[in-house]
């Protein structure tokens, strides 16, 4: 079975450059959540959904991050412009919600550097 | 402010030792506790579990230990080898599968053949 597959895995960019950050679900999962990996934070939530339906964007660092679900296969994290400090690892997540586990099931990560 | 610590960034310890990880939350509302571990370049893989109603659960060479009144958890590897050198996340969740998870910053556990 996939798993949750990103793209890209490696972004190189300058600043001021949009970027748009790609996941695919796992199948059946409900369940998304996009989190960023840093040194000084380590892993933090940035925004989930339920249902394809947005339901915590407190994360979102700034009004530069966007997030959109349009369906249960696809969600994208846009950050426009980019900043030098928006350098980070960002992983996608999803979750069949029907436990109550809490499991995550992560995907690669999208390496993002920005000069 | 954070809800999830883990206090230790780095630990070394011998091959066939016990590594011993260590956690501490803060919220209260916490009721299921996971550790997840990662390798470079690959996203985090779940790796044990516990529901806050119990106070171990085992499997194969890995335990963790839930102490509720202390709020602090831990990760126990018995024996370590090199192939479990790798970041370890303690994370918790708060409400079930459509919840997000609470992360720690990891511990770096070299193991050391």
């Known amino acids: 079975d996939a798993g949750v597959i990103q793209s890209p895995r490696h972004e190189v960019t300058e600043m001021g450059q949009e970027v748009t950050l790609r996941c695919k679900p796992i199948?059946?999962?409900?369940?998304l959540f996009w989190y960023r990996q840093t040194m000084m934070r380590g892993l933090e939530l940035l925004i989930y959904?339920?249902?394809?339906?947005?339901?915590?964007d407190s994360g979102m660092p700034e009004d530069r991050f966007s997030a959109k679900m349009p369906n249960a296969s696809f969600s994208t994290l846009k950050i426009q412009p980019s900043e030098p400090r928006d350098s980070a690892v960002y992983f996608c997540?999803?979750?069949?919600?029907?436990?109550?586990?809490?499991?995550?099931?992560f995907g690669e990560g999208s390496r993002l550097t920005v000069l | 402010d954070q809800q999830v610590k883990q206090n230790s960034p780095s630990l070394s310890v011998q091959e066939g030792r016990i590594s011993i990880l260590n956690c501490d939350y803060t919220?209260?509302?916490?009721?299921?506790f996971l550790w997840y571990k990662k390798y470079p370049a690959e996203g985090p893989t779940f790796l044990i579990s516990?529901?806050?109603?119990?106070d171990k659960n085992e499997d194969g060479r890995f335990t963790v230990f839930l102490n509720k009144s202390a709020k602090h958890l831990s990760l126990h590897i018995v024996p370590s080898q090199p192939g479990d050198s790798a970041v370890y996340f303690c994370?918790?969740?708060?409400?079930?599968?459509?919840?997000?998870?609470?992360f720690g910053k990891g511990t770096r556990l070299s193991v050391i053949a």
């Open positions: 919220n209260s509302m916490f009721d299921y």
């Open positions: 994370a918790a969740s708060a409400g079930g599968g459509n919840t997000p998870l609470v």
């Open positions: 516990i529901s806050s109603i119990k």
């Open positions: 199948s059946g999962h409900n369940s």
């Open positions: 959904f339920n249902n394809n339906v947005p339901i915590d």
């Open positions: 997540a999803s979750s069949p919600g029907a436990t109550n586990t809490g499991e995550l099931f």
